[in-house]
């Protein structure tokens, strides 16, 4: 016995150097510029912007590429991209494009306006996911000289530059893109940065692009890692094996991360909402005074602070908050919440406790997330409140709530969930308000102010106006309430101390050039 | 030895209808999981797309013409191509992957054969005394463990608190070897990459020994029950007899003789290593099949799916055929 105890002490013996010589060499010996790591739950789609139709593709795109136009970080305000300067005809129908010269793609091929058009060409006739970004508004492009390019619209369309920052108006290599085809090459991109190592949802390495014209990034090289799940991101940020967590942190984590201190949270309201639809064409609620007790009695607070833990923020317009001409409009219509006018409308309408306002409210069960059954059962409970109304919960599976339901009107009331296409009031309130496109979101409203305010606000070019406008649209939506906003979804990202330079905005892109290290 | 040769040539016919009954199988799971084009497709596709999609996938031909024509291309190597992104054939997508998955695999199965047989061994030659119950209820616990849970209490203690391993991922950034195997360890060995070794080990070591641990339990039970049967033989009490030290006795002539049950054991677990792996990669980021299939049911991924589990599932059988003609070679008692 004491032999082989001596024998397992001997391999011990043997093995705890191996494992502390093993241990000591930190990994640091290859790096002699440390990148920034960035961890991310998304992943990029397809690398191709005639096709890629969700954010995170979008925000890689706006970072090894770069539009005609590009938003102001921090901001929604434009600033002049890959283009120095535009005109826009006094009919508002054609839009000019003076581009900066001597720029080359990162396969060598000059970007030019014959590249630009190649680039739009291409978008429309492959007719992929986003190409109505680009084929619903222009009619053709046309090269007016090696550094001028045209647009003719088919309308006038006063988002237009709003449309130009869009990954589809992002140009490309010939030489790299095949012209009738999707492709996901690493090169024949012009941007900030450029791909230095691409493994699909293993990492993407960037590498500053030496030709850009403007400032070089922040940090020549950034790493991108993709995370299959929140729980180890958040790990991972811990123990510094990245230097952001971007999207998604789980609410739960964010919170512990707050409590703990250690690193730096950043918030700021996102582009994403959540709202009710009334189906305004057929009883119940063809009846106005009853969207607006269903509005009026919802409790938006309790959904924010109960379901999602504070990490929504309630809202009050379509138009969300943190962009140009929102107004909280709701709020000036009904207060924050206002049961006693739910209850004098609910009685105008003729129900009272014997006979209360039965309706049946809609939600799909995982498409928004988990929690969407507990915000249906709070909205319930919310209406309920006022004595004259009862809820049934209806549930069904995103596929059929999408494709069969909402534009077949089988819902009189459900929850909905908007991310917008671009950055314009316009793309949170002319398809649902509009009695051209209300239909397509089971909202079917039709009142011909609201169509003339929306068809104003589309074609006006001065902001100032446009602004006006808005708030018209959204003041006019409060009192007839077919759309309910309930709350806006806050963009989140956690960061090592040491890091500067994360700038986050209704863009909601995030852009990796500007991320430094203290 | 000609029995042997007849022994492996029918075992070997005789997976030919295990393959053709699995890959019916795979194929009906996947008709019944749901209408394909809409998943793909979600909401308000136009028809003439739905159309496009049915016609890529063969959906519009009668069901049984579908299956003849699944077998077929499947026969050639097709498993079909992507239906997401690239549209990438499906067996790049599996090679891309699957060397990741082996090189975790690799190192798992050796980590839970050691800590198996290892402790398995102390566990028998301490026969009920508390190193025995000790071992004994390791044996029990970590069978019913849930690989998560090991893994992220893991990625706590020796990545956050401790701050010595990294929780997730295969290589540091830009550290990947030059790929001859696609193994990082083994291509740094050969390229002879210091940094790289370092950072793959590192790297492999919290997921392995995550699968490891959980698949040890068996072997741990296994070893300690045959190796208490063998020294009980006559064998051991000659060799014990002649004089030979109780080390030789248990691990020259007990250990040899207990094996070939968990020898059995190996290539019974190998599925549950796979689905193992599946659960641990996803726990630690780790770029193979697991995370894989993981993400491209999520992505609704039809094809993809679907060549990924006949992959597996022909991973299986033929780890079972070698298993039982090793067995058969070994004890040439064996014949079925």
């Known amino acids: 016995m004491k032999a082989r105890r001596m024998g397992i002490f001997k391999v011990i013996l043997v093995i705890l150097p191996l494992v502390a010589l093993y241990l000591t060499p930190a990994t640091a010996s290859a790096s002699t510029t440390k990148p920034i790591v960035l961890g991310t739950t998304d992943k990029i789609t397809v690398l191709d912007p005639a096709k890629t139709y969700d954010f995170y593709t979008w925000e890689v795109f706006h970072n090894i590429g770069e539009g005609l136009l590009k938003y102001k970080p921090g901001t929604t305000e434009l600033m002049p991209g890959i283009a120095k300067s535009y005109r826009v005809s006094s009919d508002g129908l054609e839009y000019t494009f003076k581009l900066r010269e001597g720029l080359k793609f990162t396969d060598g091929q000059p970007l030019n306006a014959a590249a630009v058009k190649w680039s739009i060409d291409r978008v429309m006739r492959l007719k992929l996911d986003p190409s109505w970004l680009v084929s619903a508004f222009v009619k053709k492009v046309e090269v007016v000289d090696n550094y001028t390019v045209k647009f003719v619209l088919k309308k006038p369309v006063s988002f237009f530059p709003s449309l130009v920052t869009t990954t589809p108006y992002i140009p490309i290599s010939s030489r790299s893109y095949p012209a009738d085809k999707v492709a996901e090459p690493t090169v024949g991109h012009y941007g900030p940065y450029k791909i230095k190592k691409w493994v699909r949802d293993v990492e993407l390495v960037l590498e500053a692009n030496p030709d850009y014209y403007g400032p070089q990034p922040k940090s020549k090289l950034f790493v991108v890692k993709f995370y299959k799940n929140a729980a180890t991101m958040r790990l991972a940020l811990e123990t510094g094996e990245i230097d952001v967590a971007w999207k998604s942190l789980r609410p739960i984590d964010i919170k512990s991360l707050k409590s703990k201190g250690k690193q730096k949270i950043l918030e700021v309201p996102g582009p994403y909402i959540r709202y009710i639809i009334c189906r305004c064409n057929k009883p119940p609620f063809d009846d106005v005074r009853l969207r607006e007790a269903v509005a009026a009695a919802i409790d938006r607070d309790r959904i924010c602070r109960e379901a999602y833990k504070g990490t929504v923020k309630p809202l009050y317009s379509m138009v969300p908050m943190g962009m140009w001409s929102h107004i909280d409009a709701f709020k000036q219509e009904y207060g924050e919440r206002n049961l006693e006018l739910a209850k004098k409308l609910l009685t105008e309408a003729g129900y009272s406790k014997e006979k209360p306002f039965e309706i049946e409210l809609w939600y799909t069960p995982t498409h928004y997330g988990d929690l969407e059954a507990d915000v249906a059962a709070i909205i319930k409970e919310s209406l309920e409140e006022t004595g004259l109304i009862k809820v049934t919960l209806k549930s069904a599976e995103w596929a059929t709530y999408a494709a069969k339901f909402i534009a077949a009107g089988t819902m009189p009331i459900f929850l909905l969930g908007w991310y917008p296409d671009y950055i314009d009031p316009d793309d949170y309130t002319t398809v649902f308000l509009h009695s051209k496109w209300s239909p397509d979101m089971g909202v079917f409203y039709s009142n011909p102010t609201m169509d003339n305010l929306l068809d104003k606000a589309r074609t006006e070019i001065e902001i100032k106006n446009r602004t006006e406008l808005y708030k018209k649209v959204q003041k006019l939506m409060a009192k007839e309430a077919p759309v309910i906003p309930l709350f806006q979804g806050i963009l989140t990202a956690a960061t090592q101390p040491n890091i500067e330079g994360v700038i986050l905005d209704p863009v909601m892109l995030l852009r990796y050039y500007l991320i430094y290290r203290k | ?336």
């Open chain 2, 1 to 336: 030895m000609a029995s042997l040769k007849v022994y492996i040539v029918r075992r070997v016919l005789l997976a030919i209808p295990m393959i053709f009954i699995l890959l019916s199988i795979v194929f009906l799971i996947m008709r019944v999981a749901g209408d394909p084009v809409s998943a793909i497709l979600g909401g308000h596709a136009p028809q003439e797309q739905i159309e496009q999609i049915k016609q890529q996938l063969g959906l519009n031909k009668p069901i049984i013409f579908q299956f003849f024509g699944y077998i077929g291309q499947l026969l050639r190597g097709n498993l079909g191509r992507s239906l997401i992104w690239g549209q990438r054939p499906v067996v790049n997508e599996i090679w891309d992957h699957f060397p990741a998955t082996l090189e975790l695999s690799i190192s798992s199965f050796l980590i839970s054969i050691i800590i198996g047989i290892f402790t398995g061994t102390v566990a028998a030659t301490h026969r009920n005394r508390f190193l025995d119950h000790t071992f004994r209820l390791y044996g029990i616990i970590t069978y019913g463990l849930f690989i998560p849970w090991i893994g992220i209490m893991l990625q706590l203690l020796f990545g956050v608190y401790l701050g010595l391993l990294p929780i997730g991922g295969r290589i540091g950034t830009l550290m990947e070897p030059k790929s001859i195997t696609g193994l990082y360890v083994l291509d740094s060995l050969l390229t002879l990459n210091f940094d790289s070794l370092v950072s793959a080990i590192k790297h492999l070591i919290l997921p392995s020994v995550t699968l490891g641990v959980y698949l040890s339990g068996i072997y741990t039970r296994l070893t300690r029950t045959h190796l208490m049967e063998t020294l009980e033989k006559d064998f051991i009490k000659a060799a014990r007899a002649r004089g030979l030290s109780e080390r030789a006795v248990i691990y020259k002539h007990g250990l040899k003789n207990a094996f070939i049950p968990i020898l059995t054991m190996m290539g019974l677990q190998f599925a549950l290593l796979l689905v193992g792996a599946v659960l641990t990669e996803i726990t630690f980021s780790w770029p193979g099949m697991g995370t894989l299939l993981f993400e491209r049911i999520t992505y609704r991924d039809f094809t993809t799916v679907q060549g990924i589990i006949v992959f597996f599932a022909l991973i299986v059988v033929t780890v079972n055929l070698l298993v039982d003609i090793i067995y058969a070679y070994i004890d040439p008692r064996i014949r079925y």
